[in-house]
Structure formats: C-alpha cells, structure tokens
C-alpha cells in the first residue's frame, strides 16, 4: 500500500496528487463505481476506513474520510491518500481545521468521481436532518447509524420527521437476517397474529425497527420489551394457529419455532460493519420499508 | 457407489429446467416500484421472482419493494447422489454450505449423502466438513456448521438395491417429520450417465419421483446430455419418462457465472451497444474457452469424447446464444429459451467441413515452465485414439442480424493459458482521415466479455500515440466489477443450486436447447470421425497450424490471448 501526506493542501492539489499516483503505478484507468464520504471523528475513523475499504472490494470506491479536528486553529487541510494493495479503490483522509470544519463540502465536491453515485456515511454523530447537511446534499444515499444515538427512540423519530429518499440506517440494516428468517416463518400460512414482543437490550434501536415493522405489516401491537442480551434476543409472534417464536440467547444460533413443526436451530450472526455497508451500497435506490417502518415508529414513539 | 466420483470435474455442464408456468407460482412478477430501474443487475433482478406472487400475497411480512430480503428456498431436503465424486467436495457441499452462510438456506434445510460407503451420518457429516473447510469461498463459522450439521443424513446403498432405496424413502418421511420439510426434495444426480435409468427408476418405484400437489420434486443433472442426438434424446427419455421437463434442471455451470449474466444487462439494459450489435458493424465474434491442463485423470470419460462435445456443445453454444439472440420480452425462462433457441435453429454450418473446422491433440511439450506430455502416451488412451483435444468451429447464423458474420468457437487441451472469454470484433472504420503510415498497426475494435478467470469487460480501440505526430494504435480498457475483487463472491454453483431449490429455471438449458446444439455438433463428428487422428500441436501453443489456416482463408486472425 502506498501512503501519501499532505499538508495545508487545497482540493485541487490533493487531485493532482492523485492522478500523479496513479501514473506512477501505472494504472490511470478507473474502475470505481461510486464515492463514499465517509464522515466521523478521529476516534471512529480507524474502524470505519477499516469497514469501509473492506466493502470497497465489493463496490470499488473512491473514500473520502472527512474529519473535523479543532476549530479553534486556523485554517488547514491535511490530507492523507493511501491506495495500493489492501483495497481496490483510493482511500483519501481529509483533516479539517478551524473555520474549514464547517465547509467540508468545498473540498469533498471537487473530489467526487464524475457522473457517480455518492453516498455519505456517519458511522457515529449525524446532523438532525442529513439531507440538508452539506455534505448529505451532495449524496444520493445517506447512511446513518441510530445505534451510536444517545436516545434511540428520539434519534429515530427525528429521522421520521426529516426524512427523504435515500436516508437510511445501519441500524436498518442490522436486521436484514432477522426479518429475511421471519419472513421465511410466514412462507406458510399461520393465521392472523394479533400481537407481539420483540426483546433486546435496553434502548436498542434495531429492535425498535424491527418491532415498527413487524406492526406495520402484521396490523397487530408489537411491544419492545428488556432483555439481558446479548443485542436482540426474541421475536414473539402470537398467531392464529400458534406461536411463532425466534430466540437467539448468544448472539450467534437461534431457534425457531412454528407451530406444527419442530423447532429448528438457524445461524444469526451479528455481522459485522464492512458487510452492512456493502449491504447499504448494493442497493442505492429509496427504501420504502424502512420508511414504513420509521413513520410508524414515529407515530407511536410520540405518543 | 464406488463409480459414481464426479462426471466431469473440469469442463461441467449445463442445467436447465423447467418452463415458467411450473415454477412454483408463475411469473407475472411484481413490477411494482423501481424494479425496472436496476440496470446492474437487470438479469439477475429479472430472474430473482422465485417466490412467487401467490406467497408474497399470502405472507404479510413479503414486499415486492422490500429489496433486501434475499430469496430464500422454502423448507426442502437435498439428496445428493455421488457423494465422493470431486465435484461434490469441491464445488456442490462448499456451495451449500457457502448458502447456509449467507442465510439463503430455509430452517431446517437437510441434505442426504447416498454411497455404497459403510457409513454413518457422521462420516458423512465429516467429509461435508472437511470439504466446506477446504474449499468454501466464506469463512467457516461454527454456528453455521451447526445449522447444517444437524440436518446431515446418508444413507447407505447400491444404485440396484431395491432396500436401500425403500430405506432413503423412509428417511426422507422422518426428515419430514422431524425437520419440517414439507415432502419437497432435490435430487441431485452427481453420477456419470450410465447409472441415470437405475437411479431414476429406482426414485419412481419408491414413488419419489412423484411428491404430494402441495410438495415439489426436482432432479438435477450434469453434463454430459449424451454423446450425440440420438442419445441425448434417449437420456431424456429416461427421466422424462419419470419426471415432468419442468422437474428436470440441467446445470451448465457456466451460466451461472456473474459475467455470463451480465452479458444480458450489458445488451439489453444499455442503450450504447445494442445498436451496433449486428452484420452492419460487426466483422466476426470469437468465443474461446482455452485450458493449460491436460485432460487428467479423467482418460476414460474424455477419450471418445473430445474437446467439442466436451465443450463447445454447452458452454460454447450457450455463449453464443446469449451473444447472438434477440431481445427476449422477460428474463422469465420462457422468454429467455425462446429468444435462444430461436438463434440455436438459425445456427448453419458451412457447406464444406474441411474448410471451416479445425482439430488438434496435444502433443509433448513445454507448458508454463514444465515439460509435459502428449495426449497419446497419458494413462488409459490407446495409442490409435482420433479423439481431439482442441477443436474451432466456424458457424453462422442465418437470420438478418447476423447474416454473413461468422462465429469462430474454439476450446483445447494445454493451450498457453487458462481462458474464457467471448470476444466480438467490429469492422474497421469505413474511412480512415489519416495517412497509411499513422494507421499501420491499428486493429479492428473489439468488446470482450472476459467469463473466466478475470471476469470483466475489455473495449479495445485505437488511440493517437502521445507525441507530435499523430499515430494511432489499438489500446484496451478494462472493467471489472465486484467479482473479480471479491473471494467470497457467490460461485456460480451456488447461484443455481439455490435456483434449483427456489425452482426457478431461467438459467438451465431446456432438453430443446441440447437436441439443437447436437444437431449442430453431429454432422462436424460425423466428418471428423473420417479424417483420422487429429493434427498435433505442442502443448502450450495455442492449437494445430489447421485452425490458424481456417481463418487466414477468411481474411483474419485468432485473437492472441
């Protein structure tokens, strides 16, 4: 891997840096499919370059880290390009300093790829409204994480309230499994479920999720309820024609039972960050069910 | 079952199945929001309406909108016959298991192994785990192991044993009862053909063959679909006389591969090549699929077989109709078999064979830095073999796209390296605005679908040479998406067993399809069969001299790979 610093740089130096590079390795053909802004502060940014780079081998990426540094020093932007072996796209660093921290945009936009989707990501603290940040309004997709949110009920809500398409949530993302296994319960009919309980740990925001959705499409109250954990630890169904029950008490095997059939035992894993995001760029138009689901949540978190 | 190893461990098949209406559901498909918006994808997104619109009407927790719900099978036992066979530890146990991982696979998914083995449902459960170990493509993970080790089985028999097959019956009723899977089971037939009549009659006396109305049997068989016509059709009626065309998934392997199925989004969810796409603009198409290995262990399948109905009969021939067909109205497998069987009964072959095939064997050689051998002196070939490890065809293809463009498909035995790719070569420009000089070395432009092993698309095109004079010269540009980056990217094993279990066929060539492509094959046999043993060429060249001479006579060249 190549590792190139600059410092008190502009947009427009670290572009030709780049293409510099890319000469001198002799590869001036670009084979990336999107940019991924990538913005967090410098404690994330280690696990978040890590997870980001790692789904870059499956969407070849241009990554554009933007970190805030002290607003109080002038004015700087040091940069930081690495790109070579460990991922197939460019992972570029970018360090911002005094008033500049609020005008990231400036020097995100000139280094997006041409005619390309843009996606921003906030692995950790997210503007109340993404899309009207400046950096959000430069992407078609942005991703947030609920789960990093002090108050989880209210983090979502809000999003509720400011969302448009586009806006999603790794916290969303989080239950793919567990929604593809309930989904697949209900292959075969069970009858009407007039309620339900999902259980997880204290303030977890995917079982919020996961609870709006149930009720959203089940017509039926789906309560939270406190677990020791670890994360989501059950999913309880009361239909018709019996139980519907998924457990999963280790955070990696559960069990689900149907009524008429005997319990099965079905891997749910935790998965980690470089997949959900891989998840999130797979698919880069409006999500219509997550929407569904925070509205209802905002519907019934508020009252 | 000590024959039953795997058929064909190097060149596999082709699979095909069954027609739309029998898929579990039909296919009016949910167009609802967005879903003709995915241009990546637009094949796979097309062929991906395996639960069907009468399940997702009845499950509430289904949304056609709902995208990131992968199609999971529904609750069914997989019986895998040829257990110890390469492809079942190299490609078919890693899939499964590689599918459990992703959680494609239902709750309470099994899987029956049946061998002549003395065997418990542990030796089998271990041979599964040391397969997926070494060969998976994701990383073993213990609870995933769990999962499927518990609905591990095998049964122990002879193909002829009337019990042992009275015993998988029995089985597979407990596996119902104690696993919940609904009566739906799989066969997969991993044995060479000849013991296809037993097995399938052996699952029509148990009445295995024949499932409840609410449960689905399927068999899946690899290639080789017969030697010639004659005997495909009568391998067909072995297990058509038993199973429904629909239950019947024929796996070409090859189409299961992510850049087979980009070649449909690439022509027909762009507007930039389509155009272009015909005898006006261009000149010829070759479709390759060169090995650098010999023919292995594999003397007594491949000899008598050859190179051409080794390989040119499926993959080739299914490259060139993906290449060569017309728009089909869906990519349900209906529409998608018609448009290429329709470019399949266009297929003609030109009137003097000696002009326009070629063959070869290889000879003794140095192949990438090692010396190896002649075909004739590999273990179990006799001397007098004619069999040819290389073979080119020229065919055409009698319709008004294509009239008067030839396509070239060739495949060989240690070639100079290990390749697949289809390549179609435009004419060059009608004028050239520049002096002979500045264009001397300019070639003619060409889109290469890479299939194998760096899957990609490559445009080849003249570029002026940097510097004050202008001179232009043939550069290439490549693009390759997550596939070639990524190692834990679906095999394309996986991608149709999965097919299979959801019971949908688009990528399984139809019994109609195989009999078309042996007809076009038979004749070049029969000819061949005549001329004596095959040219030699040396191993680690690229073919006998005769296959570089068929296109001089045309006026063009073999693409150096």
Redesign the interface.
Known sequence: MTSFMLSGTTASKISSQLTHLRHQMGTP?V?M?LTLVVVCGESEQYDAVRAATEAA????SRILVVISRDANEPNRLDAEIRFGEST?GEVILLRLYGELTRHADSVVSPLLLTDTPVVAWWPGECPDVPSKDPIGMLAQRRIIDARSANDTVKAIVGRARGYVPGDTDLAW?RL??W???????????VGK?KRGSVEAVPGHASALLLAAW?SD???ASVKVSDSEGPGLTAVKLSAADGDIVITRADG??AT?S?PG??D??????RRPTSELLA?ELR?L?????YEAAIQRLAKTGRS | MSKDSSPAPAGEGKKDSADASDRQGGNKGHKS??KG??TTTAATAASSVG?TDA?IE??????P??????R?A?PCVLVLFGVTGDLARKKLLPAIYDL??R?LL???FSLVGFARRDWKDQDFAQLTHDAVKEHARTPF????W??LS?GIFFCRGEFTDDGAFDALAMMLKEID????T?GNYGFYLSVPPKFFPVVVQQLKRTDLADGPDDAWRRVVIEKPFGHDLKSAQELNAITSAVFPESSVFRIDHYLGKETVQNILALRFANNLFEPIWNRGYVDHVQITMAEDIGIGGRAGYYDGIGAARDVIQNHLIQLLALVGMEDPTSFGADSLRREKEKVLKALRLPADLSLATARGRYGPGWQGGEPVIGYTEEEGIPPDSITETYAAVKVEIANRRWAGVPFYLRTGKRLGRRVTEVAVVFQRAPHLPFSKDDTEILGQNALVIRVQPDEGITVRFGSKVPGTAMEVRDVS??????ES??ES?PEAYERLLLDVLIGDPPLFPHQREVELSWKILDPIEEFWSSQGPPEEYPAGTWGPASADEMMARDGRVWRRL
């Open positions: 053909a084979g499919v081998r499956e969407h070849p197939p993302t793919t499994t929604r593809s296994l309930l989904a697949a319960a209900f292959d075969q009919p479920v149930l499409r089940l017509g990696h095997l689900l149907r059939q005997p099965r035992r079905v891997a749910l894993t998840e698919r138009d409006p999500d219509e069910v | 929001p967005g918006t995915d639960i399940v009845a499950n509430p927790l289904r949304d909108r709902d995208k990131r719900l992968p999971v529904g459990a991982n959680g239902p709750p309470g993970r213990e609870e995933v769990k999962q518990e009862q104690t696993r919940g609904g540009m490549d693009f390759a998406y997550g980056f990524m990217s």
